[in-house]
């Protein structure tokens, strides 16, 4: 039997800890609760981000992937899933409608089960690490989350008919170990951030908050202050950069006309150490073919540039830190120097500052070392950004590095996205956050 890693071990812990105390409640009559949240973790060995939730009757705990793209929470129905509580959408309801599904399951002989359903709005589950889709019926299902993180954790809040698309035990190649599905926070429909703000009646945003390896972080959904330990609160400090919408769908699966549902920002230039990297800034834009333009992504663990934006930071990097001794390079990392060489700062590494500028100098997120640069096996100290290619789909994708102990907020109603910086200068972490 192959032995799980111990880093993996202890993230699994750190999320188990917050559901074998707290005891299931429904939200009170009067009223739901302020704000939700999913404990999120690092798995080292894959780099993805993790979280646990329970669902089904009796209810259990569910190990998934965070995923800023996606259409639906989805899990794997075909192995182990038991539950007196799922109930399938029929085809043409009005949820299915609003999932803006064209399938319907019609053909299965097994036993009734919730991947084996008739008359049963079908859906596309996507994983979208290996960029794989499968079809597989969209059913209802008892949801619980926490409502309160740090210092204990507490009650559960419990959506009684969570919608969400069963997958394929195939589809779970490529996902950190345990997991069994992926969790969707984008923009549609029955994604969690807007289908929780429906079920619980607050607004339609929430907070992520990366955490790197061996700590805890966590995403709140509602309207929830956000302090972090000691006495820091960052609820009236975000810069804020709009929302984009891209015209053309990125899911692996869609039909003519939609837009995408993942989140882009209006990125109009990159500096090192205060000064501008030239960039041919056309790539900076999203065209009419949805090509271009610059998104966040939790399952690309670096920053992934087009080519020559890639080769411009490079150079730009290289230029500012020619006094640093260099090492070889790392795979997947172009310039790499000797870590025995850099010196330490409360935020990172001391290495010059990367700003990512949007729309105006005013709104510029700074990334200092903690999150410019990755540590590797052999002692190297390289720049986290990789060569995304000369024709990607998507110019710049911010990867799940240079969020880490960042807070991001993203305000689906105002259709704009807050952001902190990074959370060590401020003498914090994600770890820190407190609700409750």
């Known amino acids: 039997m192959a032995r799980m890693p111990l880093l993996a071990v202890a993230s699994t812990a750190l999320l188990l800890v917050l559901f074998v105390s707290a005891p299931p409640c429904r939200a009170a009559s009067g009223g739901g609760p302020p704000a939700v949240l ?40 075909e192995a182990g899933y038991v539950s007196s509580s799922y109930a399938r959408v029929p085809c043409g309801s009005k949820a299915c409608r609003l999932a ?9 002989d097994g036993a009734p089960s919730p991947a084996c359903l008739n008359d049963t709005c079908g859906g596309f589950p996507e994983n979208t690490v290996t960029h794989v889709s499968t079809s597989g019926n969209i059913i209802t299902d008892v949801l619980s989350l926490p409502t309160t993180f740090r210092p204990a954790p507490g009650p559960l809040a419990t959506a009684p008919a969570f919608l969400f698309t069963c997958g394929a035990t195939f589809l779970l190649e490529g996902l950190a170990a345990g997991a069994t599905g992926m969790v969707s926070l984008s923009r549609a429909r029955f994604a969690l951030p807007t289908q929780l703000a429906a079920t619980f009646r607050f607004s339609r945003k929430f907070a992520l ?41 990125t899911a692996g699966v869609s039909t003519k006309g939609d837009k995408s549902t993942e989140y882009f920002v209006g990125l109009t230039g990159i500096k090192v150490n205060g000064r501008a990297v030239p960039l041919n800034t056309t790539l900076l834009s999203i065209s009419k073919k949805g090509v271009g333009g610059t998104k ?12 020559s934006i890639h080769k411009a930071v490079i150079d ?27 010196g330490s700062t409360r935020v990172g590494p001391a290495v010059p500052t990367v700003e990512l500028v949007f729309q105006s100098e005013a709104a510029s997120w700074v990334v200092f070392g903690a999150n410019s640069m990755v540590a590797t096996k052999g002692g190297a100290l390289c720049l986290g950004v990789v060569d995304g290619g000369a024709t990607p789909e998507t110019s710049v ?25 990074s959370l060590l200068f401020r003498q914090t972490t994600c770890n820190n956050f407190r609700l409750g």
């Open 397 to 421: 994708v911010i990867g799940g590095h240079m969020m880490e102990d960042n807070l991001l907020e993203f305000d689906l109603e105002g259709s704009r996205l807050g952001f902190s910086s």
């Open 296 to 307: 966040l992504s939790t399952v690309s663990p670096y920053t992934v540039l087009e080519t």
């Open 209 to 249: 908050c990366l955490p790197p390896a061996a700590a805890a972080g966590v995403v709140v959904f509602g309207d929830a202050p956000y302090v972090f330990q000691p006495g820091v609160d960052l609820s009236k400090s975000l810069i804020y950069t709009p929302l984009l919408i891209n015209p053309v769908s």
């Open 316 to 342: 730009a990097f290289a230029a500012e830190t020619s006094m640093i001794p260099r090492a070889p390079a790392v795979a997947p990392f172009k310039l790499c120097y000797d870590g025995s060489k850099v």
């Open 100 to 108: 803006k599904s064209n399938a319907c399951a019609t053909s299965c």
């Open 38 to 77: 999913l404990p999120a973790s690092k798995d080292d060995a894959t780099q993805q981000y993790v979280t646990m939730f329970r669902q089904r009757t009796p209810q259990a705990p569910v190990k998934a992937v965070l995923d800023l793209a996606g259409a639906t929470l989805w899990v794997d129905c």
